[in-house]
């Protein structure tokens, strides 16, 4: 399983970014897809998980209302679309996947796959 993460850069607070995640190696359509993000000295942490169907998203309490997780199982491809963002969500972004089928990916413990990361960096 490959996962390629990409559209991280540098915003404003206030602004927007789009990340996506393309996935590979399997039936992208039978697995939930997360979104985790780590700054530089704390833990990785959930941002954001859907399931396999695109259905139960679910978010970190720091990003609802703001982050929208999305897929699209014709082009393989997940994404994170991150309005009004503060200076603490810069971190590293990473993508990830379970090897169940149709499980849930609500936390770290749930994830066996892991893209490379996609820095966002947010300015005040």
């Known amino acids: 399983v490959q996962l390629q993460a990409s559209g991280g850069g540098l915003v404003q607070a206030g602004g927007s970014l789009r990340l996506s995640c393309a996935a590979s190696g399997r039936t992208f359509s039978s697995y939930a897809m997360g979104w985790f993000r780590q700054a530089p000295g704390k833990e990785r942490e959930f941002v954001a998980g859907i399931s396999w169907s695109g259905g139960n998203p679910n978010y970190a309490d720091s990003v609802k209302g703001r982050f929208t997780i999305s897929r699209d199982n014709a082009k393989n491809t997940v994404y994170l679309q991150m309005n009004n963002l503060k200076p603490e969500d810069t971190a590293s972004h990473y993508c990830?996947?379970?090897?169940?089928?149709?499980?849930?990916?609500?936390?770290?413990?749930?994830?066996?796959?892991w893209g490379k990361g996609t820095l966002v960096t947010v300015s005040s």
């Open positions: 990830a996947t379970t090897a169940m089928k149709y499980a849930l990916v609500r936390s770290r413990y749930d994830v066996d796959y």
